[in-house]
């Protein structure tokens, strides 16, 4: 089986896309990034999805992105949102996430010889991340191979983002196909120790309404009633 590395957060979408590199018949490497996120739970919620989708390894990598903050989700000093969804790019957009992660999915593939890295990004309910556009996708897979042995010697590197034009509703309903659990998954920005969703920021409110678009019971586990 072609080895891929598949990069892992816990969530909804990460958990669909490792699905889908499953199904396409890939031998799935899960790396999921400890960067001292405030929504630590999501970490131990990659564990099981990688053990129930059938990883043939999953890790944990520790990256402090905490030491430079700039994002509700590396900063305790700044609040997470929970207004609703506006225009623009949310405080929750964390600098450099996505090049980091996928620089990190990019050395242990090379390690691996495996040459596809998945990533469950979305540019459709994506909410203003600038690191989940299609263009920047395609601009780091040509980074990817002007930077790399593997690419130097003949074996082209490929990112897959096989959700980035999909719906919420979509991606959950291709889900429930592969057989996603998405009880499983965590995807609050300020879920609880327990995994327990708080159901009003944008990330619920997205996970919320994919689930109601697509008809599908929402199995997510919130501290209180909605």
Not at 10 to 19: I, K
Not at 48 to 71: C, M, P, Q, T
Not at 98 to 113: F, K
Request: proline share 4%; net charge negative.
């Amino acid at each position: 089986m072609t080895k891929a590395v598949v990069l892992l957060s816990g969530g909804l979408d990460s958990a669909t896309t490792l699905a889908i590199a499953r199904d396409r018949g890939y031998e799935c490497y899960a790396l999921s990034i400890d960067y001292a996120q405030r929504h630590g739970a999501e970490l131990v919620a990659a564990e099981r999805v990688a053990r129930s989708i059938g990883a043939s390894e999953h890790r944990i990598v520790k990256v402090d992105l905490a030491a430079f903050g700039g994002s509700a989700l590396t900063d305790e000093s700044i609040a997470v949102p929970t207004a609703g969804i506006k225009a623009g790019i949310p405080i929750t957009y964390v600098p450099a996430r996505n090049t980091i992660m996928l620089s990190l999915a990019l050395a242990w593939a090379e390690v691996l010889g495996g040459y596809d890295i998945f990533i469950g990004v979305n540019a459709v309910d994506y909410s203003g991340y600038p690191d989940c556009r299609p263009e920047y996708i395609a601009a780091f897979e040509q980074l990817a191979n002007l930077a790399t042995k593997a690419a130097i010697e003949g074996n082209k590197l490929s990112i897959h983002a096989p959700l980035i034009s999909l719906s919420k509703a979509e991606i959950i309903q291709q889900g429930i196909l592969l057989g996603v659990d998405y009880s499983q998954t965590v995807s609050c920005y300020q879920a609880d120790a327990v995994g327990l969703a708080c159901g009003v920021c944008d990330s619920c409110r997205l996970r919320r309404a994919g689930f109601a678009a697509a008809e599908m019971p929402d199995p997510t586990r919130y501290r209180a009633l909605l």
